[in-house]
T-cell receptor, first 112, second 113 residues
Framework: SQQGEEDPQALSIQEGENATMNCSYK?????LQWYRQNSGRGLVHLIL?????REKHSGRLRVTLDTSKKSSSLLITASRAADTASYFC????????????FGQGTILTVHP | SAVISQKPSRDICQRGTSLTIQCQVD?????MFWYRQQPGQSLTLIAT?????????ESGFVIDKFPISRPNLTFSTLTVSNMSPEDSSIYLC??????????FGPGTRLLVL
């Protein structure tokens, strides 16, 4: 896999607001995945979007993928304090099965 | 999905000693991975733990420092040898269980004094 680059590095919002995080990548992908890490704990897989998909929803999460721009975005609607975490995108190509390369992530803080 | 547990969850160790971290999965998986997350940093892959053969290490990581065992399809250990304060990190194991998704353990938080 290749390293996705998240933007912004940090995001601070109020509860109830929407949070948008962006990810850019460099190579061709099979899929792109978003993970969440709460305060230095284990990672949780949030959503996977395949290269032939443009948008995907899961609960309050919406992910878009623009392969022409090599970019993806993660939107969290109606944020909650519990959404406070680091968010990582990981692009997965075809040659490095299972090996994930993480970028620095976006640190999201949701204030109650 | 896969449920992963790690032991210990945290430890404080003295310089020069070694610590073995265990990773247990609730189902048989082909691929298991070990990651390190240094303070304030992202995750870095240490190695892929292969069942029945030696682990495959990433650049910058060597077997003498991070020996790995994979005795069966549900278990792996990572040893951090001859520790120094620079080894203070969170160590995470993960598995790829059939799909393209990886599942992570809760991590082992290590502090070396």
């Amino acid at each position: 896999s290749q390293q996705g680059e998240e933007d912004p590095q940090a995001l601070s919002i109020q509860e109830g607001e929407n949070a948008t995080m962006n990810c850019s990548y460099k190579t061709s992908i099979n899929n792109l995945q978003w993970y969440r890490q709460n305060s230095g704990r284990g990672l949780v897989h949030l959503i996977l979007i395949r290269s032939n998909e443009r948008e995907k929803h899961s609960g309050r999460l919406r992910v878009t993928l623009d392969t022409s721009k090599k970019s993806s975005s993660l939107l969290i609607t109606a944020s909650r304090a519990a959404d406070t975490a680091s968010y990582f995108c990981v692009e997965v190509g075809g040659t490095s099965y299972g090996k994930l390369t993480f970028g620095q992530g976006t640190i999201l803080t949701v204030h109650p | 999905s896969a449920v992963i547990s790690q032991k210990p969850s945290r430890d404080i160790c003295q310089r020069g000693t070694s610590l073995t971290i265990q990773c247990q999965v609730d189902s048989q998986v082909t691929m298991m991975f070990w990651y390190r997350q240094q303070p304030g940093q992202s995750l870095t892959l240490i190695a892929t733990a292969n069942q029945g053969s030696e682990a495959t290490y990433e650049s910058g990581f060597v077997i003498d420092k991070f020996p790995i065992s994979r005795p069966n399809l549900t278990f792996s250990t990572l040893t951090v040898s001859n520790m120094s304060p620079e080894d203070s990190s969170i160590y995470l194991c993960s598995v790829q269980a059939g799909s393209e998704t990886q599942y992570f353990g809760p991590g082992t938080r290590l502090l070396v004094l």
